[in-house]
């Protein structure tokens, strides 16, 4: 089992759809989890990031965590072309590795016409 | 700076040949973060340091691999005696502080190639 795992994609979407990405993480002790947004031939942006249970919103993007389900989603509302993307979701580990992140492969993102 | 600075962008190197890659944080940032990305993949850790101290090197591959922080700003990463299987993007990030709840932000990273 990976330790983070994401569906590759492409998820396509219309525009003005929303947008919902998935992740799912192995371990129990992870205590953050972000979001990073990668245009093809660029780098990792971060774009969320979420600490406790619950929704978390900033504009047209929310994360949302359950630890219990150990389960991390992105919703991306009113979707825009300029939103097609690989998004990468990545987990802080538990308090011996707290510092590293370790990465899903990322969902690549087509916003369609 | 205002963001993470990595040089070279692109570097070409023979088979055997030692490189060196450069990252300069983002000013006032206690942790520096080495990672690799294959194409398609996440970036996968290899190495992080808060101030000149290396904290965590258990993602470095081999003892081929070195990095460094001497004054606890700008990092080296080493490869010795490159392969050809050390090819890929190699990313520096910096966060304020170490410890979970930090923001890491990437350097553009250096495109290594090794013929």
């Known amino acids: 089992q990976k330790e983070v795992e994401q569906n590759s994609g492409p998820l396509s979407v219309p525009e003005g759809a929303i947008a919902s990405l998935n992740c799912t993480y192995s371990?129990?002790?992870?205590?953050?989890f972000f979001w990073y947004r990668q245009y093809s031939g660029k780098s990792p942006e971060l774009i969320m990031f979420?600490?406790?249970?619950g929704d978390k919103e900033d504009g047209r993007f929310t994360a949302q965590l359950n630890k219990a389900s150990q389960y991390v989603s992105l919703l991306i509302r009113d979707s825009q072309r300029s939103d097609s993307a690989t998004y990468l979701c990545a987990v802080n580990g538990n308090t011996g590795t707290a510092s590293k992140l370790t990465f899903g492969t990322g969902t690549r993102l087509q916003v369609t016409l | 700076g205002a963001g993470v600075s990595q040089s070279p962008r692109y570097k070409v190197t023979k088979r055997g040949q030692d490189v060196a890659l450069r990252c300069d944080p983002i000013?006032?940032?206690?942790?520096l973060y080495w990672y690799r990305q294959a194409l398609g993949q996440g970036p996968e850790f290899l190495t992080y340091f808060n101030y000149e101290a290396q904290q965590d090197k258990s993602g470095l591959p081999n003892d081929r691999f070195s990095a460094e922080r001497p004054e606890g700003s700008i990092s080296t990463l080493t490869i010795q005696r490159t392969e050809q299987r050390d090819s890929a993007m190699y990313r520096c990030a910096s966060s304020m502080t170490g410890g979970p709840y930090n923001e890491q932000f990437f350097g553009p990273g250096t495109r290594l190639t090794v013929l």
């Open positions: 000013s006032g940032h206690v942790s």
């Open positions: 371990d129990r002790g992870s205590q953050s």
């Open positions: 979420i600490y406790s249970n």
